[in-house]
Nanobody
């Protein structure tokens, strides 16, 4: 069994910054891609940023230049540094990881979500 635990959400004023963390634990051999998604009320969940095991990154156009995804492979942890936050960034943020488990099979796991609220 694998668990992803997120932290770092909260309330911030527009223009402010937050740093999200997501730590994976359990029966982990290694982790391939790690992602951050978000879901605003009444909207579909959308991909915000992705980082491969080698460190290559991709971002949604709406966050390019403001958000930075990074990871610490030794800690099985992914981060999302969010700067210059806007009210439209308000959403529940979820981490996702492609995990190679002790059975040597790849499974996708989700965190429980953390609320980010940006006030204008």
């Amino acid at each position: 069994q694998v668990q992803l635990v997120e932290s770092g959400g909260g309330l911030v004023q527009a223009g402010g910054s937050l740093r999200l963390s997501c730590a994976a634990s359990g029966s982990i051999v290694s982790i391939n891609g790690m992602d951050w998604y978000r879901q605003a009320p009444g909207k579909q969940r959308e991909l915000v940023a992705r980082i491969t095991s080698a460190g290559s990154t991709n971002y949604a156009d709406s966050v390019k230049g403001r958000f930075t995804i990074s990871r610490d492979n030794a800690k099985n942890t992914v981060y999302l540094q969010m700067n210059s936050l806007k009210p439209e960034d308000t959403a529940v943020y979820y981490c996702h990881a492609e995990v190679i488990t002790g059975s040597l099979r790849v499974y996708g796991y989700w965190g429980q979500g953390t609320q980010v609220t940006v006030s204008s």
